[in-house]
């Protein structure tokens, strides 16, 4: 079962910022929160993954909260391109990767 | 190629038909992933290999699925007797080793049985 909870869609003006939040309560510590998304009639694709700290890559930054029970992925600009569904997952190193029903964002012109 | 593919893109299959699915990872990739995707839903796991030992197929749904990666590379998912519930997105990925490498994944196949 997945260990997360996303709320099922959201929607984001183009050129604002996204910020789709992902709540994981019952994180253990050695536990990364990893996201990907899924464009239409495409495989899901990496963003970015962090363990305590905050990441950052040229595709997003992932904002964990101190106490690791939830987390932000932030997209700084939305673009129609990045309308798709956003799964935010939680694993160990030694975990298969588990999807969860995520969250579709909708990026509105 | 770059990519993980995976072929056919599209597959119609009459009930009852066996048919095979084909994975090419990523060169030099050692894990490699199945996962099949109903419509308006999250993928879920299917099997997992390191190189060609098949680890975990806990998520294989009945003895009709299987899976194999004979010499550590391409992969090949075959569904026997082909049934309606089959229909769905099949995904293949794979990562350059276990742990916390992210997975690539590949465009899918779409198998539907009629």
């Known amino acids: ?109 | 190629g770059a990519g993980v593919s995976q072929s056919p893109r599209y597959k119609v299959a009459k009930r009852g038909q066996d048919v095979a699915l084909r994975c090419d990872p990523i060169s030099g990739h050692v894990s490699l992933f199945w996962y099949q995707q109903a419509l308006g839903q999250g993928p879920e796991f299917l099997t997992y290999f390191q190189n060609e030992a098949q680890l975990d197929k806990s998520g294989l749904p009945s003895d009709r699925f299987f899976a194999e990666r004979p010499e550590g590379s391409v992969s090949t998912l075959k569904i026997q007797r082909t049934q309606q519930e089959d229909s769905a997105v099949y995904l293949c990925a794979s990562s350059l080793a276990s742990g916390v490498e992210k997975l690539f994944f590949g465009s899918g196949t779409q198998l539907s049985v009629l």
């Not at chain 1, 690791?68 to 030694?94: G, M, N």
């Open chain 1, 1 to 109: 079962d997945a260990k997360t909870t996303q709320p099922p869609s959201m929607d984001c003006a183009e050129g604002r910022a996204a910020n789709l939040p992902c709540n994981h309560s019952t994180i253990s510590g050695n536990e990364y929160v990893y996201w990907y998304r899924q464009i239409h009639s495409q495989g899901p694709q990496y963003i970015i993954h962090g363990l305590k700290n905050n990441e950052t890559n040229e595709m997003a930054s992932l904002i964990i909260t101190e106490d690791r029970k939830s987390s932000t992925l932030i997209l700084p600009h939305a673009t129609l391109r990045d309308t798709a569904v956003y799964y935010c997952i939680v694993r160990t190193s030694y975990d298969k990767v588990i999807f969860g029903p995520g969250t579709s964002l909708s990026v509105i012109p």
